[in-house]
């Protein structure tokens, strides 16, 4: 018998590659922490109008709002005509954005495929007068550039297919039959994919609905089968796969276990719509980015070009200054793990690498910067926009009566980089910190409500934990929200609740709160005084800030603070929506 072991002229004896451990299929995904994501196919060609009418939402969704039916949506393909497209072009986006990775949409869920297919004549090759074959244009550039390819698979919805899903306008589900379109469609595309483009680095299928585990592991075994070391993303259903995906746009609040990955948009759609002009700030998506990978994150970035076969002007100037910012500061991005730290400081987020620890500073300080909690020693100090690595005078020290640690920085007066600024800290072994949530270094202690503890009174109704770190349902007077911080300025604060709106705008304020530490409290009706987006949530969430009055907090050390609703008004039935509670020295 074979085995790996079994040596034969230098090589193993074995027919299959010897299946390597988890941690080395993910290591270069691991490493990578920037994608860029590409939603392309007929749908660009409407480009979220049809028949003179704007569709609203996501544009690669188009058919499925306007229930267009197949033999009208399908005549698209006669008319897609990229001419313009340019898989070179295409790829250098990617890297002069600092991607590592490539996901195109090699099928949506409108069941074309932008890959020649034996299974199915609805693909680019055989459909268009354009009759070029993207996915291999895009497989010999991407293995020239060192980027790793990847398509995205829908696997469930197939709305040109008849015994597929999604399709309720064409054809009845009651009379339709899954396995049949996995055996005629589903799973041979995924063979051709996977045999005719050389090594692929993930497929990303998506939106499982009811399929079964069986049908599920399926599809993963067929990627498996053809290539072991290909990933699967989090959405083959069942909890298959080789790692999360989160929803669209969310960012995780804290810090994450595990192996995720964040989708998001430049605007708001995938695939190309000529109206869409919401673009997000470079210097949104550096902090994104930053955000993302201090949680241990990938940030997989999507474009969506048009139907001539280019990625939006707009889109192309923004990676570029992500990529430039990357040129300075990738050291402190790529191949680090997540912040020591389980929660998220007010004035940026941090990363780590070896006996490394990476500031990334976004709310400049001036010329002192502390940070409590690291308990190694630190040999140097600098900031890595400087070529030169000057030293960074720095000092520490630790209070042993209120157990805290504190670095003292001193940096120039102006940040190098007003987006983002990188400070290394080489430290002595790895990375070390007290995890209790602690005082920022600049005075301000942020109580967020995902790391608040509930004291739920039994027989009350449950409060509960929303998509963006809220605490919501928060209807009746009896429970508590506490958390344990450490506190290293004992003084006067002035003390702000912030809660969240609803998606449409709606708020709803004159509850009264009451915040506690000790026997010292502040109290007061909730109002409007100030609006701030929410970092975290899309830009139509927002954070209601009300003043509560002003806490007097006597020494260093750990304190409780608690949070409770002496009167809620129930009118609107939302209640508070939980984002923060803000402590600022007075
Ligand atoms: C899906 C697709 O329907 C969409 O067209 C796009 O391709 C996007 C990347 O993925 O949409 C989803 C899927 C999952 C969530 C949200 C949108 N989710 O889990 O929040």
């Known amino acids: 018998m074979a085995t790996a072991t079994q040596k034969n002229g230098g090589k193993t004896a074995r027919k299959a590659p010897a299946a390597k451990t988890q941690d080395q299929r993910m290591k270069w995904w691991r490493e990578a922490k920037f994608g860029l994501f590409i939603h392309w196919g007929l749908y660009a060609l409407p480009a979220g109008t049809w028949k003179g009418k704007k569709i609203p939402g996501i544009g690669e969704w188009i058919q499925n709002r306007a229930r267009i039916p197949v033999r009208e949506y399908e005549q698209l393909a006669a008319r897609f005509n990229p001419v313009d497209f340019d898989a070179k072009e295409w790829v250098q986006v990617a890297k002069d954005a600092g991607m590592k990775y490539l996901t195109i949409t090699s099928k949506h869920h409108d069941g074309f495929a932008l890959f020649k297919s034996e299974a199915s004549d609805y693909n680019i090759v055989d459909a268009t007068p354009f009759g070029r074959d993207v996915c291999a244009e895009l497989a010999r550039e991407c293995r020239k550039a060192g980027i790793r390819l990847c398509f995205y698979y829908s696997q469930k919805q197939d709305w040109h297919h008849p015994e597929a899903s999604g399709n309720t306008w064409d054809f009845d589900p009651a009379e339709q039959s899954f396995n ?33 585990r069986a049908q599920s592991k399926k599809f993963v075994d067929a990627v498996y089968d053809a290539q072991p070391t290909c990933l699967v993303d989090g959405r083959a259903g069942h909890g298959i796969g080789d790692y999360e995906s989160m929803g669209d746009n969310l960012i995780p609040p804290g810090r994450v276990d595990g192996d995720w990955e964040t989708p998001a948009t430049l605007n708001d759609t995938w695939g190309f719509k000529s109206y869409d002009t919401n673009w997000k700030s470079a210097d949104g998506l550096i ?17 969506g070009p048009t139907a001539k076969g280019v990625i939006p002007k707009a889109s192309v100037t923004r990676l570029k200054k992500v990529g430039d910012w990357l040129k300075v500061n990738g050291e402190a991005i790529y191949g680090t793990s997540a912040s020591p730290y389980p929660f998220e400081p007010g004035w940026g987020r941090m990363t780590a690498k070896g006996s490394r620890l990476y500031l990334h500073i976004f709310r400049w300080p001036g010329k002192q910067f502390v940070l409590h909690g690291l308990e190694n020693k630190v040999k140097k100090a600098y900031l890595l926009a400087d070529p030169k690595k000057k030293a960074l005078a720095c000092e520490q020290s630790v209070d042993e009566a209120a157990g805290l640690h504190t670095l003292q920085l001193a940096l120039p007066a102006r940040a190098p980089d007003k987006r983002a600024s990188v400070v290394v800290l080489e430290t002595a072994g790895a990375p070390v910190v007290d995890e209790t949530l602690v005082q920022d270094g600049d005075g301000l202690v942020t109580l967020e409500a995902y790391s608040g503890e509930i004291r739920q009174p039994t027989g009350t109704a449950p409060l509960e934990r929303g998509r963006f770190g ?41 509850h009264r709160a009451k915040v506690s530490v000790g026997r010292q409290t502040a109290v007061a009706t909730t109002r409007k005084a100030e609006v701030r987006d929410n970092p975290r949530a899309t830009s139509y969430l927002q954070d209601v800030v009300s003043p509560l009055g002003q806490i007097e907090v006597n020494r260093a050390g750990l304190v409780e603070v608690t949070l409770k609703m002496e009167k809620i008004v129930k009118k609107k039935g939302i209640g508070p929506k939980l984002r923060a509670v803000e402590l600022t020295p007075a």
């Open 287 to 303: 902090r994104r980015l930053v955000d993302i990978v201090s949680k241990g994150g990938n940030y997989l970035l999507n474009v």
């Open 470 to 510: 809220t605490i919501e349902k928060w209807l009746n007077t009896r429970p508590r929200v506490t958390w344990q911080v450490k506190v290293a300025q004992p003084g006067t604060y002035d003390v702000n609740l912030l809660t969240q709106t609803e998606s449409d705008g709606k708020w709803e304020g004159g």
């Open 180 to 212: 049949q379109y996995m055996k005629d469609k589903g799973l041979p595309q995924i063979r051709e994919i996977l045999t005719q483009y050389g090594p692929i680095g993930l497929i990303w299928f998506d939106t499982p609905q009811d399929m079964t």
